[in-house]
């Protein structure tokens, strides 16, 4: 267990659906990640926050929008979504980004997601 | 732009032989280097990371190096066991600006018994 929980684990949803994947940590971090993960393709970074805020998004299109509530939650919300969008949806969290801080980033075990 | 090129992608060794990954970063100014395990139906874990004033790391049967003149670091496992067997990804953090972390594309090892 890396202090980092997802739910659900599976998903499945057609293309006109609306779901929400979320993420909650206990590791006492202040930064949370989403990333996206597909075959035979490198882990490509989605949306960054640090205290709440996001910090970082990766040119994601507008279907994926995130929300952090607080430093423990993250949630990703999913809406109209394409079949390419199938993959592994991983969150990760570390200490706040600031100069000095920890970089080590804790994985939770993804939401593996299937769009029919 | 900004990538982390990982070789090779499958790699198949003997029961307590070594195994060796390189990875090469573009990014200069990288100066965080982790490797991760990933098992089936898990998230990457953590195993081992490199600062960039630090040319070599050991955790037991587990060693990193790091050669910054030429953008190289490389993952060495020492007597190999099944339970090795996973993807491990390799990654470099980038400093310019903002915190990202961009990830290599992954080698399946895969430790014969």
């Known amino acids: 267990e890396t202090g980092v929980t997802q739910t659900p684990r599976h998903l499945v949803m057609g293309m006109t659906n609306k779901k929400s994947l979320k993420c909650e940590q206990h590791?006492?971090?202040?930064?949370m990640y989403w990333y996206k993960q597909s075959a035979k393709k490198p882990l490509e970074l989605m949306f960054v926050?640090?205290?709440?805020?996001?910090?970082e998004n990766n040119s994601v299109p507008s279907r994926f929008s995130p929300e952090c509530p607080n430093s423990s939650h993250l949630f990703l919300h999913l809406h109209t979504l394409q079949p390419e969008d199938s993959a592994l949806y991983l969150c990760?969290?570390?200490?706040?980004?600031?100069?000095?801080?920890?970089?080590?980033?804790?994985f939770g075990p993804g939401t593996r997601l299937t769009v029919t | 732009g900004e990538n982390v090129e990982q070789h090779p992608s499958t790699l198949s060794v003997q029961e307590g032989d070594s195994a060796v990954i390189k990875c090469t970063y573009s990014?200069?100014?990288?100066?965080?280097f982790p490797w991760y395990k990933q098992e089936l139906g898990k998230g990457p874990q953590l195993i081992i990371d490199?600062?960039?004033?630090?040319g070599e790391k050991k955790d037991q049967r587990i060693a990193v190096t790091l050669n910054k003149t030429a953008k190289h670091f490389s993952l060495h496992i020492t007597e190999t066991q099944p339970e090795d067997s996973a993807v491990y990804f390799c990654a470099a953090k980038i400093t310019s600006g903002t915190y990202k972390y961009i990830f290599g594309t992954g080698t399946r090892l895969k430790v014969l018994a």
């Open positions: 990014d200069s100014a990288s100066n965080y």
């Open positions: 990760a969290s570390s200490q706040e980004l600031t100069s000095g801080a920890s970089y080590e980033q804790y």
């Open positions: 926050y640090n205290f709440k805020e996001q910090t």
């Open positions: 490199i600062r960039s004033n630090v």
């Open positions: 590791l006492g971090h202040n930064a």
